[in-house]
């Protein structure tokens, strides 16, 4: 076995997420590989958030580090400020709200070490309603990322899909600690282009950027989340 594995760092931002914030945390605990760290930012919350992840620090089989901001910035310098936290080689971003796929970290850390020219590696997810039933469909169906787009992409033509429309859901995205480099500040003056829309996009433009064609987060849709993908005729599985 190497001795050089890569380390894994985990990047989780919360806000008012008491609600499904506790299972999202047992999926990290249950992964195959497990992260070296889990840092957490907290944008405020006025729930018992900051509780419940002090809790599961306590007997969390990985070290976390919890940061609560002084003042709201907003889930796009929240993540902004996780990820420069950091100190793995391999980043990936989670949200309060998922389920993680017990293989999610093994299967994407893998995928980056075993191509060492990209960057950044995104997998599909099965959207699931508020109480965890799965739709009738994935986060792929719905941005219409598929067998075209796909090939397209597999050819580092990434950068004509994301032109017409982002693909890449940051829960679904690991990338490199060395990426940072090129990608931060995060911008906050374009409209509707948040942090995985951003690593997304200059990923594709250096043509560093590639998926896992399988579903690897249970990527929950609810009223209350701070950024998702809410199609009307989305149907739970019967």
């Known amino acids: 076995m190497s001795t050089n594995k890569s380390l894994i760092s985990v990047a989780l931002c919360t806000y008012n997420g008491e609600r499904f914030l506790w299972e999202q945390l047992e999926s990290l605990a249950r992964q195959t590989q497990l992260p070296d760290e889990l840092v957490i930012y907290d944008d405020r919350s006025t729930d018992n958030t900051v509780d419940l992840v002090h809790k599961f620090a306590l007997t969390a089989p990985f070290k976390v580090c919890v940061f609560v901001n002084e003042q709201q910035v907003g889930v796009t310098k929240n993540f902004e400020k996780a990820l420069t936290q950091c100190t793995g080689d391999i980043l990936f971003l989670c949200d309060q709200d998922d389920v993680w796929h ?137």
């Open 102 to 238: 017990p293989e999610k970290i093994s299967h994407m850390a893998a995928f980056l070490e075993q191509n060492p020219a990209l960057n950044v590696v995104f997998s599909d997810a099965l959207l699931i309603n508020e109480q965890g039933e799965p739709f009738q469909t994935t986060f792929w169906d719905v941005v219409r990322l598929q067998s075209v787009q796909l090939q397209q992409w597999r050819q580092g033509e990434s950068i004509r899909v994301m032109l017409i429309g982002n693909r890449v859901a940051g829960c679904t995205m690991a990338l490199r600690k060395s990426f940072l480099n090129q990608l931060l500040p995060f911008p906050l003056d374009i409209p509707d282009f948040l942090h995985d829309t951003w690593i997304a996009f200059v990923a594709s433009v250096l043509e560093q950027i590639q998926f896992i064609p399988e579903p690897l987060v249970n990527y929950r849709q609810h009223a209350a989340q701070q950024v998702g993908t809410r199609p009307k005729n989305l149907v739970p599985l019967s």
